[in-house]
């Protein structure tokens, strides 16, 4: 059963102090990792995809990477407005017709001035 | 960009009540999808749709159906609303991905959050 674990559940950091955020995830035959952002009360954001193992993908203070068993959203000296609860999601490609991907329950982010 | 609207933000109804969450998508996108988010649970997936009048269920449909009449517009109905029923819910679309020039990325309208008195 395709499954993603996303840890941990909550993270506080001090403006500057980097950190990664994990995902863990099983799936039969990976099509693409994907990340979002969502704020309190609002939609999930999409980030990023990665498709293969080895891949990594930058946008301002995050970087996402991939391996065969996990990826890593790494933030760069991060700033209160990055505060967030990161979503991390997989799709295989038994589902890549119906487009269906599974979710992680996400990481919150809390960054402290 | 793509943009996911949804009908209201904010939506108070009585137990009983039909209610009907609308969601329009401008960007052709073939796969719209239904979920509902709660505190502990995450996204889990309510409904989900892969062309017009078509429809499959997901993780937890039981309460809930589905309308797609036109590839833009995708329908949740609640056919008698219950109080476990309030949550924030939420709709994607995506591009149907069998090629490789397509990709799945799912985005999300504003949500709508429902409160079932």
């Known amino acids: 059963e395709d499954q993603v674990t996303q840890s941990p559940e909550a993270l506080r950091l001090q403006e500057g102090e980097s950190s990664s955020l994990n995902c863990s995830y099983t799936?039969?035959?990976?099509?693409?990792l994907f990340w979002y952002r969502q704020d309190p009360g609002k939609g999930p954001e999409f980030l990023f995809t990665?498709?293969?193992a080895g891949e990594e993908k930058e946008k301002e203070r995050l970087k996402a990477t991939l391996t065969k068993k996990e990826s890593f959203l790494h933030i760069t000296a991060p700033k209160p407005e990055d505060s967030a609860t990161y979503l991390c999601?997989?799709?295989?490609?038994?589902?890549?017709?119906?487009?269906?991907?599974?979710f992680g329950q996400g990481t919150t982010l809390q960054v402290k001035p | 960009d793509v943009k996911v609207t949804q009908s209201s933000r904010y939506l108070v109804k009585r137990t009983g009540e039909k209610v009907f969450l609308e969601c329009v998508q401008d960007?052709?996108?073939?796969?719209m999808f239904w979920y509902r988010q709660d505190p502990g649970l995450g996204l889990r997936l309510i409904y989900f749709?892969?062309?017009?009048?078509?429809?499959e269920k997901g993780d937890i449909p039981e309460g809930y159906s589905v309308s797609r009449e036109k590839k833009e517009r995708f329908s949740l109905i609640l056919e008698s609303a219950s109080t476990n029923q309030t949550s924030m819910y939420l709709c994607?679309?995506?591009?149907?991905?069998?090629?490789?020039?397509?990709?799945?990325?799912?985005?999300f309208g504003p949500g709508t959050r429902l409160t079932v008195l």
């Open positions: 994607a679309s995506s591009f149907r991905g069998a090629t490789t020039n397509e990709y799945n990325e799912q985005f």
């Open positions: 799936v039969s035959g990976l099509r693409g």
């Open positions: 990665l498709y293969s």
């Open positions: 999601a997989v799709q295989g490609y038994g589902s890549s017709n119906t487009g269906k991907l599974i």
């Open positions: 960007m052709d996108h073939e796969n």
């Open positions: 749709s892969y062309d017009v009048k078509m429809k």
